[in-house]
């Protein structure tokens, strides 16, 4: 059997403990958090990452600002030469923030996930070598997730990367493209950090995962929107580091159409009031506050079959009407 956690100090930092006390899972959660959290990749998920062919990264440019992005490959694109290394042997799609913010020395996240089989693996740790078919990650965490609210997705490769030039378009405010690929989303990513000193060796950027209905990302006006947060792992990953780092990446999927919407700004959350119970299921909100962004067409060479709902989603509901946003002003 694996060995997990064996450090003196909390696998999770202060973010997340704060968190995890205030709402009463806090010993529970530390004694999971001992036993799944490691500083190594479990051969299982060495395996499970040689057969992705996608893998979701989660960067922080030189203002401090995060950026969730997407690497592609062959499987086998992502290997690992032990068991405290990753190598990528992938270089970042036109038009991703990745290609600005990596470099050696960096903090880095990546959830490799398969939406046709809702597993998913996290991994934070450090860029130690840049090189010219990639780059390699020092492990700093790794740990599994459950499925829920990921949408069962087939997917094809296509069989090569886009290398022509494709209209990347500047998002200051949310325009009518950027709100069809909002509107009707059922999955984005999310890149969190936070640059605590006393963090220890629970440090690093962190890229999840966030799934819900068509519509579960209401938009509030051209650079606000709320989002519902389910019942969970109660790890608070990404709501512990927006405890103490209020900044947040996005990343919106156009499935069929291969688009990609890459948004940063600031986030916060709303643990109380009357707006929680307006989307049925949610136990707390997510509110983010664009800062600037960039639309790609037609980048990501994969497509996509119509999704599965994940049977989690069967608990919850859609926004109220008293709270469904007003017309927006593009």
């Known amino acids: 059997m694996s060995s997990g956690w064996s450090q003196v100090e909390s696998p999770f930092h202060a973010g997340e403990l704060a968190i995890q006390a205030r709402l009463g899972v806090l010993d529970r959660i530390d004694r999971q958090g001992r036993q799944m959290i490691r500083p190594y990749l ?8 040689a057969q992705l062919s996608y893998v979701l990264v989660g960067t922080v440019d030189a203002d401090g600002n995060p950026w969730a992005s997407i690497l592609v490959g062959n499987p086998g694109f992502l290997s690992t030469p032990d068991d405290r290394t990753l190598r990528v042997t992938a270089s970042p799609l ?15 996240g990546l ?5 046709h089989t809702r597993r998913r693996n996290r991994l934070n740790g450090i860029v130690t070598t840049i090189h010219s078919e990639g780059f390699e990650i020092q492990v700093g965490q790794s740990f599994g997730n459950c499925p829920q609210y ?37 999955t984005f990513f999310i890149a969190t950090a936070y640059q605590a000193a006393e963090a220890g060796a629970a440090s690093g950027v962190d890229v999840s995962h966030r799934g819900g209905k068509p519509g579960f990302v209401r938009l509030d006006d051209n650079q606000t929107f709320t989002v519902p947060d389910f019942s969970g792992n109660h790890c608070f990953n990404t709501f512990g580091n927006l405890e103490l780092n209020p ?15 890459y948004l940063t700004g600031t986030a916060e959350v709303i643990w109380d009031g009357d707006e929680i119970n307006a989307y049925e299921g949610a136990e707390r909100l997510l509110r983010f506050h664009l800062t600037h962004g960039y639309r790609v ?14 049977p989690f989603l069967d608990r919850t509901g859609a926004w109220c009407s008293n709270f469904q946003s007003s017309e927006i002003q593009s």
């Open 247 to 261: 900044r947040a990446g996005l990343l919106f999927l156009a499935f069929e159409q291969g688009d990609l919407l």
């Open 150 to 186: 990921i949408q069962a997705r087939q997917f094809e490769l296509e069989g090569h990367l886009v290398t022509t030039p494709q209209p990347i378009h500047s998002v200051e405010t949310i325009g009518e493209p950027e709100r069809g690929m909002i509107t009707i989303s059922d």
């Open 297 to 310: 067409e037609g980048s990501l060479p994969l497509r996509w079959s119509e999704p599965e709902f994940s």
């Open 94 to 108: 036109l038009g991703d923030p990745l290609i600005h913010t990596i470099s050696e020395g960096t903090q880095i």
């Open 111 to 115: 959830l490799g996930i398969e939406l």
């Open 42 to 49: 479990t051969q299982q998920h060495r395996q499970f990452f």
